[in-house]
């Protein structure tokens, strides 16, 4: 059963008025499922809505993407098949963060890499994990730097001080999930918010500016053609595509898992975009140059 109160992904999302650039990304973003196919993980904390590969693709051709990077949630442990499945079937238009254990053996990294996984995922969320995993990710980032990977960390902002020079000693690039989920009803400009960019400007660090629907306090939500959502949520995140343009990141963070306020229209996700990179080199570097350098590196096929 669907955890109670957690919310379905938004059916029949509105077409956006904002024209992507060619090619762009959906960085952030998770197949579930389906649960009679890839069985979720016993450990899991919350079980979703199933959101499979075809419904995925489907949301990328209708909002004009080109391209996903699929986020392993915890829902599915360290059981990766789902992921692997969707890479699989994307014609090379899909890459891939894992999560995997301490105790993974070269073999299953290469098989993920040949799959597209080119990164792990480390939750430090405490109403998500059990264990901050800080000892399990020491020995992991060590073992995938040379296959060129990075980590992706999801924590909160209040955390940070206590992580943040553990963070800089991992021997890899690091991606921060939906900017480090800052306090929104704080000021962008204080002192919180500035020792998350003092972070960011001294580290490998790239961001994802992504979930203003996990983040906003007083929205309006992007729902009933509300094209000027998530207001509260805008000068966070434009402050960091304007002072790190070459290291952010988008996403949909379809299918938008444990909401229980709203679900967002995606299409109006999109439409969300020129609030927070309002010039077309900020959106073509935010959707376009930073994700394919991450993740299609020169040399790479490209699909």
Partial sequence: ????????????PTEPTFTLPEGAVDAHCHVFGPAAEFPFAPERKYTPVDASKEQLFELRDHLGLARNVLVQATCHGADNSALVDALVHSDGRAR?????????????LARLHEAGV??????FVKRLVDVTPTE???QIAARIAPLGWHVVIYFEAVDLPDLKDFFASLPVPLVVDHMGRPDVTKDPDGPE??????FVAANDVWVKVSCPERLTVSGPPALDGERHAYADVVPFARTVVERFPDRVLWGTDWPHPNLEDHMPDDGLLVDHIPHIAPTPELQQALLVDNPMRLYWPEGEHRA
């Fill in 193 to 198: 918010f500035a020792e998350f960019l003092d």
């Fill in 96 to 108: 891939g963060v894992a999560t995997v254990r301490a105790d993974v053996t070269d073999e299953e």
């Fill in 1 to 12: 059963m669907v955890t109670p109160g957690w919310l379905h992904w938004f059916q029949g």
């Fill in 118 to 123: 080119r990164g792990v995922r480390f939750n």
């Fill in 136 to 138: 399990a990710l020491e």
